[in-house]
């Protein structure tokens, strides 16, 4: 059953329970003073103006005074008090939910582009900040205020407050019509507004090929669409809150009118004295700036509602599955066991009967034509998606059953989309693990023949990579990839494509790195899978499998599978147009 906005933010404040209800209880402090000034002020003019008492007037004046002063400090201890408090939960709502999506499994991200959960989990819990922080000082601290105000025009006099309490009603039945269609046109506003910010950051990852295939001019026109259609809904949504708050503003002038009448004709009958008409006026504009203001509020609380329901999707979905007991041991064998497999939402097989066992130290090439499943025979090794049917067996145990943090650890996965984080030198190839020392990281970019670069850098391995980013190379990127996998001596090293976009120079670079890679110590052990083409990466392994359409059709050694001039041997020829 899906979670609604309200039970989702019940959800987010039940840890914080003890803050809330002493938050509620500070709350009163205000409300218990504002109720005090309207009727101190009757109590001045029927007790010491009509009366011309000005020993009266000098108590009841400093009595109003001391109420005042008591209401600016209570008002700034609950202001401070409740933004602390929402600045705590969003601070911890953010981490959580942070924590719990990079927990998802790999076909979560295929549902979401990174410009959309960006919006979510910045936009979207921007929203909610906005909401614990400002909006909720007005909703909490007024919604007694109304009470309290209520409450004390039934114990002057009943009659106007039955007056007060009908118009009261008309403004929350008035609010209750409003609220879903505002509500509802503030969601397709932040939609909208997430496929502007999944565009802007599409196009600008993609700016050198919307300027390589001349379609400039076509991006803007899209994108000045998408932000047109935001603007549209934007405004939409603006209009009816325009509405709202004229229509809530005119309901608050009735109350007053409709106040002043009544208590005209009580006091015509004798029934009410001139203080308590003055008590009830100060009362209604006590009763109304309160509901106005929070109709200022009532945007960010929409607003904010529209963000849960979004939030409430990306927080919904299922973590990987994680039931592994076991350490990961010394590897001596990898197998996949007749494995099957079909992606989420697809019927298909992407893999279908893959078997095939790996000894620990060999060199793995997987090749075939895009499409045929090496890469997602890499994804399943990692452990991105479970199969179907079969199994993966390390030394003959399902890897299912090691922890799955253990479990990767041990691997190193180098793609051909390579992320520079914007961090030192350092991080980005020791990726945060401390026991990573420096003279390990010179030796893994002495191996992959980046040493005098990096010592070029005026701050060598503190150089920022945001600051160099413009400058860094494709080849020198891959080749940064690669020494952050090498520095974590993994037991499986897996090259996914990692050469396609590169130039010879920096293959040749990369091929002698994985050569002196072999003949360490530390490494004579490390099992390598290679998803390629290329002829040298082909001949330095010591076996290949060739996928067609899911399945191996065909496993051998190059030379093996060059004289049996079959399918490997044919994709071989058109790769690079040799004869066998």
Known sequence: MKITAYRQLVELLRPYRGMMVLAILISLLPAYFNVWTPFLLGKIIDEAIQGNDWTRLFLLGSLLLFVQVCLFLSSVFVN???????????????????????????SFFDRFSAGRLSTRLNSDINSLQELFSSALVVLVGHSFMILGVLVAMFLLEWRMALVALAVACCIFIFTKQVYLPIRRH??????????????????LSGLKDIRGLGALS????????????????????????????????????????????????????????????????????????????????????????????????ISNDQPESDQGHQDFPQLTRLEFRAVEFSYPGHQERALQGISFEVSAGEKIALLGETGSGKSTTCQLML??????????????????????????SQFAWVS???????????????????SVSDDEIWQALELVQLRSWASSLPRGLDEMMSERAHSISTGQRQLLSIARALVRKPQ??????????????????????????????????????????????????????????????????FKELMQRDAY?????????????
């Open 492 to 557: 499986v090293l897996i090259l996914d494509e990692a050469t396609s976009y590169i130039d010879s120079r920096t293959e040749f670079a990369i091929q002698n790195a994985m050569d002196r890679l072999w003949s360490l110590k530390d490494f004579r052990k490390t099992t390598g899978f290679f998803v390629a083409h290329r002829l040298s990466t082909l001949r330095r392994c010591d076996r290949l499998l060739a996928f067609r359409s899911g399945q191996i059709v065909e496993q051998g050694s």
């Open 80 to 106: 401070f008090s409740l933004m602390k408090f929402g600045f705590k939960i969003l601070v911890d709502y953010r981490s959580s939910l942070l924590n719990r999506v990079l927990s998802y499994r790999i």
């Open 383 to 408: 452990r991105f998606h479970e199969v179907s049917t079969g199994e993966i067996l390390i030394n003959n145990t399902n890897i299912q059953s090691f922890r799955l943090a253990d479990y990767r």
């Open 218 to 313: 076509h991006a803007e026109s899209l994108f000045s669409r998408l932000s047109d259609k935001y603007r549209q809904k934007s405004l939409a949504a603006v209009h009816r809150i325009a509405v709202f708050n004229s229509s809530l503003g005119f309901l608050t002038l009735f109350m007053s009118l409709s106040l002043l009448f009544t208590g005209a004709l009580l006091a015509h009958h004798g029934l009410v004295s001139i203080g308590v008409i003055v008590s009830f006026l100060a009362y209604s504009s006590y009763f109304s700036w309160p509901i106005q203001e929070f109709a200022e509020k009532f945007s960010i609380l929409q607003q904010a509602l529209a963000s849960v329901d979004r939030l409430v999707e």
């Open 186 to 203: 503030f969601g397709f506003t932040r939609k909208a507004l997430s496929l502007v910010n999944s565009f802007v950051g599409e196009s």
């Open 568 to 580: 490997a041997a044919s994709l071989y020829k058109k790769q690079f147009r040799l004869s066998a």
């Open 416 to 434: 051909q989309e390579v992320t520079l984080f914007s961090v030192s030198l350092r991080e980005n190839i020791r990726f945060y693990d401390s």
